[in-house]
């Protein structure tokens, strides 16, 4: 052989491993594109720090993991070999192939063993100091479920997952080559002797001792931490958490658990694995001993025996949902027919909202087009107009890129020209115009703002509810701004959004998997790429490890600019003795809290993370974590956060736990004795009965001195439709996020909306125009009716919404009013509430000929009151009989009969 076949033989392997790099590189660009790209975007949004943290947090463990796993098989196999009698070295082939195999078997542990977020929270909350709640078993801080409980279980785990590995790869190589050595025709064999093996004798190692001691020890930790899994046992209807035989039977049969596992690692290392193996007596003591205990005893005593763990079941659930932390009850003393001062409730009635959002979103599609631009969203908020807080209702236009038919495939137009929404409507949410239509303060392009105490600077929407594609800015091609009457309106970009894409575009092309990026001729120097833009992925991507809220709403600056409030949740499934719930979107849990608002420019795209509630273990975690990823609530713009509200996903989220948690003592608790329904109405679409929704509104707490803008819900007893009682969470100020419960006193009847739906309907003069207009072919709207506790009552607003079949325009057409019994119609609010008014000072109302009162509205006669009476004692004889009284309950069957007794 020459020295020129020589050198080829050595080239070769060199070829062959170039190109499998440069094959791996193809396969691989996108990804390494897509990585520079990330680069770009987190530099943009000033966090790179926080992505390299994040990247850390992400790989380091695993990789940890990995070696670790890796170092203890490699070694358990060599040595395996070794007792076995051969070495890897006089095998090179086989130990290639085996340490290959190795590698990807630790691969498979480390990713199903350790998982890098549960280490990140651990280094993040670890000995935080905070006022925490501590359970009431064990003394823990919240934190320690949070964070260290998990942690260790993961690691146990993992170290028990390595041991039981380590050990059956020893085991497999050292009884492999066993074989291989005392029977050398073993593997040419169709059948298989037994006796073979048993001819081998036992396999006796030190290793193979340690490794299995080893993993009888994990086995130990993980029954001494399964005392502390405990407190999340889920006891179905009854409880979370232990119960009175886990407190007496299951916590010392865990103990018994671990020393027994211990004293097993002991009896292996001394070689008596036979009495070691004895000692999983323990364990079937532990299956069939409670089961016993439970039968035979804590069901005929249940209530009882398991009085001291309901009370910790309810206190912790209405802990872990926030329903005890800035909450008061407060009595509500409602009587039907209470009288309203008008005088002092004026700027409460003044705000009462009319428009329903469903109606006005329909509204704006006709008054207010504008292609390719479509309203996706109302938000409900408030505003400073004219000196005075008023409620409005807000919709931001966005861009839809289907409304442009076919042009929507072309690039240029999906990338270049259609880049940005443009502007909103905002209106008043309780001014309607003569035709029925809303009284719009801002509309129109160019936007056209009607009070001087709102302006907009940036109206142009490049980040947003329905941004999804990546768009190029400050290019060669003009950017779609707004129709005009001779053509359109074009602009260009003058922000700081976006990466610059010079020395990126192809980096931006294989990324995305476009060569337009790359030939494209209108784009230059001075182009920007925006990507991400849909505020959820926005969000999502900067920090993955928050829930967001599915409802952005937009607000307007000071300055002028449109800027996106967005609600951020920490949750954890891990809160000691909560029950949990399940939410689309956010999966399941059973602690939750609204540790975040993030803020994200809509013209910009620059995103803020405010924390307001500092004493959230989760966010203390994260803000250690990533230090610059998070400012204090104070840090807020005062602009913005006066825009700031409770929202309605963790609202829902508390009044569902409520309705049952309400019930504070175990008896009424275990009993079902006093269970809540959320108020239903009749839904305008199909006539069914749906659950009210919470709502908005603006509105006076008893007690306060001024309304406020908050967000409510009613309740009704179980199987019944009447209120019980109103959930209010606060938005303004200080008080944001403050639960109050008015709670309304069960010896009244306070109808509720279903019940007042029912009044309207039976009124003669509301259904013969309802029945006028359906015959005229018009279709009549009966959206939400709104309950407003005012004085000691409460008021319930009904706006009546015409549509005709040939445009689907809502028009206000008649509004009614209840309190108690009392109705009033008129063709607007202001006469409605006049008449109102008017009936409540005895007077006779003046009714215009456009107006009309129902007999309804007269003032309660005496037969009114003595069927309010009769409700009262009709309502107290249930409630007494539920509870087994039956002489007191007799008492108000007596009471009744007195009141219906005719009277001379």
């Not at 590189?25 to 530099?43: E, G, K, M, Q, V």
């Not at 279903?754 to 207009?773: F, G, H, P, R, Y």
């Amino acid at each position: 052989m020459n020295v020129h076949e020589i050198g080829e033989r050595d080239r070769r392997p060199r070829i062959v491993l170039w190109i499998g790099a440069l094959l791996l590189l193809l396969f691989f660009s996108r990804s390494i594109c897509a990585t520079f790209i990330d680069y770009y975007w987190w530099r943009e949004l000033g966090q790179v720090p926080t992505w390299l943290l994040m990247s850390f947090y992400r790989y380091a463990p695993g990789t940890g993991a990995w070696i670790i796993v890796f170092a203890v098989m490699w070694i358990a196999h060599a040595r395996g070999v070794k007792h076995g009698g051969e070495r890897l070295r006089d095998h090179p082939i086989y130990a290639r192939i085996t340490t290959l195999g190795i590698a990807l078997l630790a691969i498979i542990i480390a990713l199903a063993s350790v998982d890098g977020w549960t280490v990140a929270r651990y280094f993040g909350g670890h000995g935080l100091a905070s006022n925490e709640w501590r359970d009431p078993a064990f003394g823990q801080p919240l934190g320690f479920y949070f964070f260290d409980l998990p942690f260790y279980t993961m690691l146990i785990d993992f170290a028990a997952a390595v041991t039981f590995a380590g050990a059956l790869v020893y085991y497999a190589a050292a009884r492999g080559w066993q074989i291989r050595r005392e029977f050398p025709g073993f593997g040419s064999r169709t059948e298989i002797d037994l006796s073979d093996l048993r001819h081998l004798g036992k396999l006796e190692s030190g290793m193979l001792k340690g490794l299995t001691a080893a993993f009888l020890v994990m086995l130990a930790g993980s029954f001494w931490l399964g005392r502390y899994d405990m407190l999340l046992s889920n006891h179905g209807q009854l409880l979370v958490g232990i119960d009175y035989v886990q407190q007496h039977f299951g916590l010392p049969l865990q103990t018994a658990k671990a020393g027994a596992a211990i004293l097993a690692a002991l009896l292996v290392i001394a070689g008596r694995r036979k009495l070691a193996a004895g000692c999983a007596i323990v364990i079937l003591i532990d299956w069939v001993l409670p089961p016993i205990v439970s039968g035979l005893y804590v069901r005929p005593n249940e209530l009882a025996l398991e009085r001291p763990f309901i009370e910790r079941h309810i206190q912790a659930t209405r802990e872990a949902y926030g329903i005890d932390r800035h909450s008061r009850e407060v009595p509500f003393e409602a009587h039907p027919e209470s009288r309203i001062d008008f005088a002092k409730n004026k700027p409460l009635l003044d705000n009462v909202r009319l428009w329903d959002w469903r109606a006005f979103h329909d509204t704006l599609g006709q008054i207010q087009p504008l292609r390719p631009y479509v309203y996706q969203d109302i938000d409900i908020d408030r505003y400073q107009i004219d000196g005075r807080l008023r409620q409005v209702l807000l919709a931001p236009r966005e861009l839809e890129l289907d409304q442009l038919g076919d042009a929507r495939n072309q690039w240029i137009n999906r990338s270049l020209i259609f880049t940005h929404g443009y502007g909103l409507a905002l209106a008043e949410a309780n001014r309607i115009q003569p035709d029925g239509s809303p009284v719009l303060l801002i509309k129109d392009a160019p936007v056209e703002v009607l009070t001087p105490s709102l302006h907009v600077t940036k109206p142009q929407i490049y980040f947003g509810e329905m941004s999804h594609e990546p768009v190029f800015v400050r290019t060669d091609q003009p950017e779609f701004d707004y129709p005009s009457g001779t053509g359109q309106v074009s602009t260009k970009y003058d922000g700081s959004g976006g990466f610059p894409l010079s020395g990126a575009r192809l980096l931006a092309a294989i990324s995305e998997g476009d060569g337009n990026i790359l030939l494209s001729n209108s784009l230059t120097s001075e182009s920007r790429m925006m990507i991400r833009r849909r505020i959820p992925e926005r969000l999502a991507a900067l920090a993955e490890f928050i829930s967001w809220d599915a409802d952005p709403y937009l607000v307007i600056t000071n300055a002028g600019r449109l800027v996106w409030i967005v609600d951020g949740y920490t949750t954890s499934d891990a809160h000691p003795y909560s029950r949990d719930t399940l939410i689309e979107g956010i999966g399941r849990f059973n602690y939750i809290r609204n540790s975040v608002k993030a803020t994200v420019d809509a013209y910009d795209g620059n995103v803020n993370l405010y924390v307001f509630d500092p004493g959230d273990p989760l966010v203390g975690a994260y803000r250690h974590l990533f230090p610059t990823l998070f400012r204090d609530a104070a840090e807020m713009p005062a602009d913005v956060r006066a825009h700031t509200r409770s929202p309605e996903m963790l609202f829902r989220t508390q009044a569902e736990i409520y309705r049952t948690y309400h019930m504070r003592e175990p008896e009424a608790y275990y009993n079902r004795a006093d269970l809540w329904d959320l108020a239903t109405y009749t839904s305008g679409q199909g006539g069914q009965a749906e659950t009210v929704p919470p709502t908005y509104m603006i509105a006076k707490i008893p007690g306060e001195p001024d309304p406020e803008f908050m967000l409510t819900v009613p309740f009704t007893p179980r199987g019944k439709q009447n209120l019980i009682g109103l959930m209010v969470a606060r938005c303004d100020g200080a008080h944001l996020g403050d639960l109050v419960f008015l709670d309304l006193p069960k010896q009244e009847i306070i109808s509720g909306p279903i019940q007042v739906e029912a009044l309207i309907n039976q009124d003669q003069t509301i259904s013969k125009d309802l029945t006028l207009w359906n015959q005229q072919g018009s279709q009549v709207l009966r959206n939400q009716i709104l309950a407003i506790p005012i004085d000691n009552t409460f008021i319930y607003v009904a706006p009546i919404f015409l549509q005709a079949p040939q445009a689907r325009m809502p028009q206000l057409k008649k509004v009614a009013l209840v309190v108690g019994n009392t109705l009033v119609y008129a063709d607007t609010y202001e006469q409605a509430l006049a008449q109102l008014e008017a009936i409540q000072r005895g007077q006779t109302p003046a009714v215009p000929a456009t107006t009309q009162t129902s007999s309804a509205a007269a003032p309660a006669t005496s037969i009114d009151l003595r069927i309010d009476e009769v409700r009262r004692h009709l309502q107290r004889y249930r409630d007494l009989a539920a509870q087994g009284k039956w002489s007191e309950a007799g008492k108000e069957l007596e009471a009744i009969e007195a009141v219906v007794k005719p009277r001379p």
